[in-house]
């Protein structure tokens, strides 16, 4: 009977222990109010512009390739769509090429970058794989933040919905939410990094 109390406790912690984790937000990062002049990534002067920072080996960033597949599929042509996959400087290339990269590439009206060393990352100020910026046509933030509603966790969410409202013109009550992600920076994670 006790043994049985016991797995029970067992059990129900670690539920509540996972449950936690899924819906505890990355570090947010603050990207600057106008398009980084420094960055390597061309900003679009006639539709926005969309930056996402991911880490190749944080299992939650499907999710956020899976939301942005979503989005590319009801915005297609209304925006010029960008993603980084952090890439350290003592890692070769291919050590960034995962099936989220794969899956990303996929994706039309994306294109997909090597961010060498987190520069692109540093310069929006993004700290958390799946962080995601918009910039309108001026170079001016009109959202930041993630595109999942909880780590690894696809479906309907506001920051997908934000951004889709954003490129089709619609009202948007959100600037920003929360990215659920792992860190890009100081992570250890497989592979070796």
């Not at 043994?3 to 505890?24: C, D, P």
């Not at 290339?93 to 987190?118: E, F, L, M, Y």
């Not at 910026?133 to 506001?158: E, Q, V």
């Amino acid at each position: 009977m006790s043994f049985g109390l016991v797995w029970l406790g067992i059990v129900v912690t670690g539920t509540v222990l996972m449950i936690a984790y899924a819906n505890s937000s990355g570090q947010a990062g603050t990207p600057p109010a106008h398009w980084p002049e420094q960055s390597g990534i061309l900003h679009d002067p006639e539709w926005p512009t969309l930056v996402m920072f991911i880490h190749p080996h944080c299992p939650c960033s499907k999710a956020s390739i899976g939301e942005l597949a979503l989005l590319m599929a009801h915005c297609q042509g209304q925006v010029n769509a960008h993603v980084l996959f952090l890439q350290p400087e003592e890692m070769d290339s291919s050590w960034s090429i995962t099936d989220t990269w794969k899956d990303a590439a996929r994706i039309p009206g994306v294109t997909i970058h090597h961010d060498d060393a987190g520069r692109e990352a540093k310069f929006f100020h993004a700290e958390t794989s799946g962080d995601t910026a918009l910039y309108d046509t001026k170079g001016n933030l009109l959202f930041h933040g993630g595109i999942t509603i909880a780590r690894g966790h696809s479906g309907d969410n506001p920051g997908r919905d934000t951004l889709q409202a954003l490129l089709l013109g619609e009202p948007a009550q959100l600037t920003n939410t929360p990215a659920f992600g792992c860190p890009l920076f100081g992570c250890q994670m497989k592979d070796g990094q």
